[in-house]
């Protein structure tokens, strides 16, 4: 893959990763983690979504959760907030996939037969299928060029991830906000089935947005860019995890 040219980064900007919650849910800096990721969905998603949607669930206390912070004044707040559900560390804890859900209460069979198909199949060829989501950025921030540098950390966690385990990520996009673009940009394409792209279907929980299937089958020459742009934030991430350090060389 070829490695594209950035410009070097403009903000003080900072990523922090937690693994699996429940199992260091007594630890302070995991609590202070959680608390943070509960006050970013609510800034990205409670205003747009209706009232009574709970922007967390029960995967999140199982998932790969990434946080990103700004820098200001010497404090840091925090901006953006991704999640990777690894659907083999759901099947450990007997849950369901959000994305299942979601699905089941669209009333799609036609997403639904798909999906289990599909997943059937990685199983069978032992492929770790990653369903990525719950990706917002705090909507005070308008500052443009902070907002495409903060998805280009998300595109490079994708892709690390992606590489790593050498998995099949699958997310679903929003139309309305445009984030198929983003995602394309990132290396996602959209489903296929029999040759043709599954239609959308509707997230009830969300006033009946309209959702569109991605899958990324392998890294991208954007992501990999990325990464390179913003390594030094990966070298400097702070690991909530139980796991030994993971050292990002790609």
């Known amino acids: 893959m070829s490695v594209l040219v950035f410009e070097k980064p403009s903000y003080k900007l900072s990523v922090v990763y937690l693994s699996d919650f429940l199992s260091q849910s007594e630890k302070k800096e995991a609590q202070d983690f959680f608390n943070d990721l509960i ?6 998603y409670c205003s747009s979504y209706p009232k009574g949607f709970v922007p967390v669930d029960t995967t999140d206390f199982v998932a790969e959760l990434y946080l990103v912070y700004l820098e200001q004044n010497g404090e840091q707040k925090v901006i ?3 999640r990777q559900l690894p659907l083999s560390r759901l099947d450990y804890h ?3 996939c959000p994305l299942f859900s979601t699905i089941k209460e669209s009333g799609s069979t036609l997403h639904l037969k798909f999906l289990e198909s599909f ?3 990685c199983k069978q060829k032992d492929t ?10 705090d909507p005070s921030v308008k500052d443009k060029k902070l907002r495409t540098e903060i998805k280009e950390i998300m595109a490079s966690i994708t892709y690390l991830d992606q590489i790593k385990s050498r998995s099949i990520t699958m997310t679903g996009c929003v139309p309305k906000y445009k984030t198929d673009f983003t995602f394309k940009k990132w290396g996602y394409d959209f489903v296929k089935h029999n040759n043709q792209e599954l239609p959308s279907f509707e997230k009830v929980s969300a006033g009946k947005e309209e959702i569109k299937l991605m899958y990324m089958l392998e890294g991208s020459d954007y992501g990999k860019s990325c990464f390179e742009k913003h390594r030094i934030l990966f070298e400097k991430m702070r690991k909530i995890s139980t796991e030994e350090a993971v050292h990002y060389v790609a």
């Open 94 to 96: 007997k849950l369901d």
């Open 80 to 82: 953006s907030c991704l």
């Open 119 to 121: 997943l059937k199949e």
């Open 39 to 44: 006050k970013i969905r609510q800034l990205g």
């Open 128 to 137: 770790e299928v990653v369903y990525s989501s719950r990706f917002t950025i």
